[in-house]
């Protein structure tokens, strides 16, 4: 990624950057072998990786958990539309991608980041491409993204909708707000996806160390318990998964709890 490639984008909200404060997303491009990241960031990785080596396995196995529920709920559930919250750099294959390729019919995705350089980057990679949106809005204010959404031709509530959440909620710090403002426009038939970091099989010197890296993207992170990551679920039908990419599993480490969350009452 180079300044000058994103300052010939005119479009969207007016990206700031500067170049030596590490960024969630950057850091999460590097994590899964991408390019759109600065040194800054590649440097808060190498030092994630000391305290806990397994993010990088884990950070491809939350993307393939994602991308494996978008296949499911559109080949076997018949989801057409796709809301990609928290979504991201392009990582290869897009939500789009998965869903297109195995949907019957067309498909809407909306890719939603409050990171005006991803909005920036999606909108890039996305424009002209009937049935996909970039939308630069905030999780920690999930009604009036809602309503935002609500206003706009790529999601109908009343039908059902995918409302993916990958990795996004530890930065949020109060997630159950965000899952609920989503579930409750939310048709029966409709899924919550969602991945979390999970604190339960680490140890406390770990997680100190991972949050004090992540402190210094000025967003932060909170990895939490299995336990409170079961209750962002409340009201949906889900069965978790735990993705452990440890190579030894006697040997404490960061872990992370999974789930597709299913809207069964329209009420
Ligand atoms: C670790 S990345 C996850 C990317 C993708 N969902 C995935 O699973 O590969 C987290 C993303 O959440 C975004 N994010 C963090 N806080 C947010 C907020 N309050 N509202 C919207 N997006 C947010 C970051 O900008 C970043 O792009």
Redesign the pocket.
């Known amino acids: 990624m180079t300044g000058s490639a994103l300052a010939s984008h005119s479009f969207g909200a007016p990206a700031t950057l500067d170049l030596s404060v590490p960024?969630?997303?950057r850091?999460?491009d590097h994590?899964?072998d991408g390019k759109d990241n600065f040194a800054c960031d590649r440097l808060a990785v190498t030092e994630l990786l000391r305290a806990a080596p397994e993010l990088r396995a884990l950070?491809a196995s939350?993307?393939g958990f994602?991308m494996r529920a978008v296949a499911s709920l559109a080949a076997e559930h018949g989801i057409d539309q796709f809301l990609?919250?928290?979504?991201?750099?392009p990582?290869s294959p897009c939500t789009h991608e998965v869903a297109a390729g195995h949907a019957a019919g067309p498909c809407r995705v909306v890719y939603?980041?409050?990171?005006p350089v991803?909005t920036v980057h999606n909108r890039a990679l996305l424009s002209g491409r009937p049935g996909v949106w970039a939308v630069q809005?905030?999780?920690?204010s999930p009604e009036v993204l809602v309503a935002r959404l609500s206003s706009m031709e790529a999601v109908d509530f009343a039908r059902p909708v995918g409302v993916?959440?990958?990795?996004?909620l530890?930065?949020?710090p109060d997630p159950a707000q965000t899952v609920r403002a989503f579930r409750n426009v939310m048709a029966a038939g409709g899924a919550v996806v969602l991945?979390h970091l999970s604190r339960d099989r680490a140890d406390q010197g770990m997680v100190a160390a991972v949050e004090k890296i992540y402190a210094r993207t000025g967003?932060g992170i909170a990895i939490r318990t299995d336990a409170q990551i079961a209750e962002l679920f409340d009201g949906l039908a889900h069965a978790p998964e735990t993705l452990d990419t440890r190579p030894d599993p006697t040997v404490p480490g960061l872990t992370c709890y999974a789930g597709v969350g299913w809207r069964v009452r329209g009420d």
């Open positions: 960024n969630v997303a850091m999460s994590l899964l950070a939350g993307r994602l990609d919250l928290g979504a991201g750099l990582a939603v980041d409050d990171d991803v809005g905030d999780l920690r993916l959440l990958g990795d996004v530890p930065y949020l991945s967003t």
